[in-house]
């Protein structure tokens, strides 16, 4: 039996990282999708909470013919530590899946066998351009499953992007 | 479409757990399970890791006709804000269910809907029987229900409760 | 002009503590409350919000003739940082109110004066009556001035401390 | 009786402040203050310490003809609990006063009513306006009521400013 | 070269402690000397804080012919990561040394090599011992090297612990 | 006797960290090492832990006729106890050496005395020009003493660098 670990934020969860997933399904027996920053949510970079973001990715894994778990996984701001952060909140797994350099390097330092493929790097593009035309309300529908939209719409999810959007940077809720 | 929340140690889950959960089962859609202390590993209390837990609990509960959620729960350790961390780290959800009081409280008091049953007093003094007699390595397996013996033996749960009951009752690597 | 500082955790604030405060009025042209214990509620030993026993002790002080300042202090668990972590929440002051022995030796190793007398010790032994007194609903009203008995009635009080009491003693949110 | 709750940073606080509080007082019987960020200080966008911040506060508001209270509200970096630490550290209230868009979004999503004016808007720019003033000792007091005046040069908080704002922006005490 | 990790709390540093780190230097190259509890001071069980306890362990430490490195260790409270924890704080190292079943346990998960003998065993009975005695001034000077002796003296340690005993059991500076 | 304390992030400790050290040794009998931020690493400003830090610190120093202490210090993210943070994990001292803005004034509003020469400014080009060099592996081993180029060519420093420079600039574990 194989279990594999795929970590992302999913803000939102969208075809990109689910074609990921369709990939990796190919070569595991079980998956494991770690949900990041999962105690960060109401900005514009992590608009969805934590549990919002579980909802889209439980949906839209339903009809995939593999076991997996989603497990929020709180930042701990602490790299040294952060692979023994993620191994006691997942089940344990064989293999991780990353193309982000710094998780790379982590799950090496601590022998932790990993996979990357060129089709991940379109990741991170897709992340940002969902949510920049969130924030202008323009065409975003196209690029996430129908669950992904259907969630969205149920928590006005578009309304508090726009939102969040005109406030400061830092985004936390502390105003002049 | 009614989603209910149902938090736990389950530490480990067993069968006392389960019989709360078809009897949930029966009243919602959708369930979520909360591992609650999710954070704490590797004492007599809290012998199991979050990922430990999970994986007992989804086995579980595969075979029932209900689609289920399980989020682990990190500890707050700040009353006033237990709630709004549940709801965030949780999809949303109509009722709740608990026998515990302080949770009960704060449930209530953020206008929450909460049952209660007299099967769930049972939870607790079972979670305590079930890790003493693991101590002893005596008579714990027929408490539990199978998909969590194979986890326990897998993980050489006893040997971990055995070695860390013999640690001060701080439960903290810190040595005089 | 002095200005003194007098710290307690006030679950709930009494006659005691209003003594207290009468006595040190006499010495001081401003004083500084200091709540510890800020973030804690919802508990036995601590069942009131730091905007509970504000809302009790600003009500008390509005009769007395000394321009008052209340702060709560949220724990930070760290003895060594404790005076430095009060001085930055609180206005600075000259002299500190206490008999506790802990907050008395940290003061005084940070060169601050303190102030203490017999009259304090009573405060200890009252807070832990009223509240048992209060869980059996029994003669709690005349240990407290008519602003907190009017606080503690329109939150409810009495039963959030009845619920608490029944929760194990760890006082978290997290049932077995 | 109507209670509402404003919160700033008031780092420093200014006549933008006092205006919007003078037009709030005609609204509400009694008003809570929170002062935002309470935990930082000495940084070139929070300079000053809670404590000094509630001195400047408590100073300008005693004549005002109107209850109130002011409360330090320490950063807690979670978006989503943001609403109840609040609720936690404060006297309840009725009607929440801001301007500032995820404010606004947090407390709409709790349904705690929200009020804003255009007035408010100027704060956030004369805040910047002031501290960059303070940074090069120009005309900065004019802006500021008295009692702030006074308490900024009995802690030689220009000073500080000039001192802090050499460091790299970072804002911590961890030099190269 | 072989480089070994000790770990104690060393509230104070003792004789005991002297004489199983007399017997490691027989087995390794190098020795790191981790002190536990690193950020807790000013309590019965904790009286020192870590920069204190440093000076008793380098004093004491100079005059073996061995290669050491004093770390502090602030908690953690999650043994997941603790093992990770010390492994970013510390120089690495090959075999570490302890009796605590916990600290066993949690270096065993990681596939650390541990090491055990009998003579650790009266650590922890001596440092409760030496407390007791300090507590009362009764004949601790005999169990501590020179140095411990002399740096409690400097710091007036005695009078700390005596003043710090008389607090509630919580040992927090948060008093009724 | 005179104990000094200096601090620095120590990423690496460089040539120039050296001179000061040389320097600081013709005025004080001990001096403490503090290394800050040590709970940060991999990240291309902080890619050493604090165990590698204090391994190229220990050899470093260990030719210099000076009793020294090397310190980790932990970010405590709240300037107001800073100092008091450091005096806890640190042994008492006489004067600190720094030339960071921030750190002179939180020393001086603690009333300890700080020193700063017109040496000490090299040294934060110094660390960026080094970790510059070290993403492209370029002519940094001349700037470094030996014992610093042994440990990071031990741990694959450089490989570390390159990977990290290529991750985001948050500097954490979370990819989109």
Redesign the interface.
């Known amino acids: 039996m194989t279990r594999g670990f795929y970590?992302?934020?999913f803000?939102p969860y969208h075809r990109g990282h689910h074609r990921v997933i369709e990939q990796i399904a190919a070569e595991v027996d079980e998956l494991v999708v770690g949900i990041?920053?999962?105690?960060?949510?109401?900005?514009l970079d992590n608009p969805f909470?934590?549990?919002?973001r579980?909802?889209m990715i439980?949906k839209c894994l339903a009809d995939l013919d593999l076991?997996t778990?989603?497990?929020?996984i709180?930042?701990?701001?602490?790299?040294?530590?952060?692979?023994?952060?993620v191994?006691?909140?997942?089940?344990?797994f064989d293999v991780a899946y990353?193309?982000?350099?710094?998780?790379?390097?982590?799950f090496e330092?601590s022998n932790i066998d990993v996979h990357q493929s060129p089709m991940f790097e379109r990741?991170?593009l897709e992340?940002?351009t969902i949510r920049d035309r969130m924030r202008q309300d323009e065409d975003w529908r196209e690029l996430l499953p129908d669950p992904v939209v259907a969630t969205i719409e149920e928590i006005n999810g578009i309304t508090?992007i726009q939102?969040?959007?005109?406030?400061?940077k830092s985004?936390?809720?502390?105003?002049?």
Chains 1, 2, 3, 4, 5, 6 share one sequence.
Do not use: C, F
Not at 163 to 168: F, N, R, S
Not at 171 to 176: H, I, L, S, V
């Open positions: 970590i992302g934020r803000q990041g920053s999962a105690d960060q949510s109401h900005t909470t934590a549990g919002e579980m909802v439980t076991v778990y989603v497990v929020p709180e930042d701990i701001n602490r790299n040294s530590v952060w692979v023994s952060h191994q006691a909140m997942s089940p344990t990353s193309n982000n350099p710094l998780v790379i390097r982590l330092e990741e991170q992340g940002t508090r939102h969040v959007a005109d406030t400061d985004g936390r809720a502390d105003p002049e």
